[in-house]
């Protein structure tokens, strides 16, 4: 359940001095993502969120839940919202990150502006420092092929002050995760133009690009079979319970594949969630099959249709007289007047379902998937002519059953004809919960053979508002590990990767000699506030490692900064390659509560903690994106573009 906080936007607002006079864009965004620090990190705090208007709240922990439960009022706000929803639907992680560095970089912004940088300089060298950054993802990742400790280990100790140095397995040569990295001056949404500006694809929703997987050659040795268990244990980020059940459901899915758990593939697309209220968390499991809750009407039909085979129809949106798909939606608050009676809506919707109920008794259809909503009427109908009708399935599921069945999937009921319809599917009823709920319901489970690679993860809690936050972690747990199996790389996780991007935007700040003296002047003679927001950049950077370490509960602000400063100078000083970065203390499984002692001989090794690659590198490039739009309308506003003038594109990002 969802309750929309009417104006929350100036509420969270308030808190934040807003200068009218200068770039309200950019202190808007800043305000915004200071809502969502406290979901940093893994010991992320539950909050309640009220309506004001009917006193209700819904409990969220997350920075996408708090976004979606509040009404934004602003168009920061809106364009936030946006990006936040586009990354959530590709990664289901790093939302937090995203914005809270969207918010750090805008004040690094708004902080240029007042030293009287320019918006075409700030744009040009911020680009620069993320390239920067994402130059250390490319040389600081790991390859999940074999991996084990000592590879993560080896990886930060060999980035020295010298430069940083590739493990000596090419890994980002084979990976899907490299060539997106390489070839990011070819893809429009990062692209830099020889004046150095940054090139935005017009977007609002800040659309993924998708790109082919360059390893398509035989390799010239057989791959190592990557360890899951440990990547997923050094992926959970304290979501212990949540990570185990992706374990459990990647295991299960190998099994009914007749593959081991060591396969180097999760495919999310063919696993469901089914949240059940009223039992323990410790109830929660998985199982094979599609496992959907039915109303107890549903469930006295199913029970009629169990362990028979069944015919199915897949209907790819609502099953309802008045869905349009999206190219066909029809404008609403528009009345349509005739002096025809029998054009009435109800009249329409009559014969259209006479029409559906004609067409299933001739197919003799018994279930219908539905991906999107079922209408009332059509509901009872179904079930009076034994026909099980199941809504919001999965559209990835409904292609499992596709491709199981026979079945087609089509947009409108009416569409069905013999050859849309499949066979061979089966329905199980697994436990009723009627006794556990308000509401009577039952499970039942929807499977198509022994060897269907459909899991259900069963979530369950005795607090109903909880249920949302706990299918959210396991959703993240769950992407997390199948983006690290697709990328076949990891980052150094725990503030490592952060703190070696930290290391080299400082070094390039502060670099006038050496080998790449002429380079550095090049550069400086191009953009003389070059160095100066390279600092800034690095110090947003240091901001969000306070902020999470802080976020443990383990320190006070001014401890955190003092503990990633010290480490910064640690590193700087150290002499030969065994300099490295030590993991900061930011799992909140870890046990000490003051700082990060070195390891006994006597006590196990602590769990290395590892970071998506693509999810980071997406978050980051989003977080830019956005403080850039913001930018560069704040400055149009304030300023005024003339069309005609000579350097109107020299002083403007190119979207």
Known sequence: MHYKTRHASQTMLGSSIINNRQHVGLQKLSALAGVTHSTLGPNKKFKFIKDDGSGESTLVCSCFRILENIEATCAVGQLVHETIQAHQRVYHTGSGCLLFLAGAWSRAALECLQQGISVAHIISAMSEGLDICFDVFR???????????????????????????????????????????????????????????????????????????????????????????????????????????????????????????????????????????????????????????LSDEQASLAHQLEEQPLKVALINGDLSETYRHLGLNRPTGIHCVSDQSHLSGSSKEEGWMGKVVTLLLNLEVNLILVSGLVSEKVSQQCCRLCVLVVEKVKASILNVFANATGAVPVTYATQLNKHCVGVGVKVAIWRDHSSFDRKPSTSVNISTGENSELVTVILTSCLDGKLQALEDQFWACAYRLHHALKDRVL??????????????????????????????????????????????????????????MVNTGKFSKVRARTAVSQQLKDYNQSLGIAAKFSQLCLDGEQEDSTTCKPMKSSEAPPIQIYDNLSVKQEAWRKALDLAFLVLQTDAELITGIDQKSDDAQGNLMLL
Not at 499 to 525: P, W
């Open 491 to 548: 980052l150094p996780g725990a503030g490592v990767t952060e703190m070696l991007c930290i290391h080299q935007l400082k070094k390039k700040a502060d670099q006038q000699n050496g080998d790449s003296a002429q380079q550095t002047k090049a550069a400086t003679a191009s953009n003389p506030y070059r160095g100066v927001v390279l600092h800034l950049m690095a110090d947003s950077l240091i901001d969000y490692l306070s902020t999470v």
């Open 139 to 293: 040389k600081c990742s790991v390859s999940t092929e074999g991996l084990c400790v000592e590879q993560l280990e080896s990886c930060t100790a060999t980035y020295h002050a010298v430069g940083p140095q590739l493990p000596e397995k090419p890994v980002m040569e084979t990976s899907q995760a490299s060539y997106n990295l390489q070839s990011s001056t070819q893809v429009g949404h990062k692209t830099l133009h020889a004046s150095g500006q940054r090139k935005l694809k017009l977007s609002r929703h800040f659309c993924e690009v998708k790109s082919a997987n360059v390893c398509t050659a035989p390799q010239p040795h057989q791959p190592e079979i990557p360890d899951i268990v440990h990547i997923a244990e050094g992926l959970r980020h304290g979501r212990v319970d949540a990570m185990n059940l992706v374990v459990e459901a990647c295991r299960l899915q190998s099994k009914n594949n007749q593959q081991d758990i060591s396969c180097s593939t999760f495919d999310v697309t063919k696993v469901v969630t089914c949240v059940l209220p009223g039992l323990p968390e410790d109830n929660a499991c998985v199982l094979p099959g599609c496992i959907v809750l």
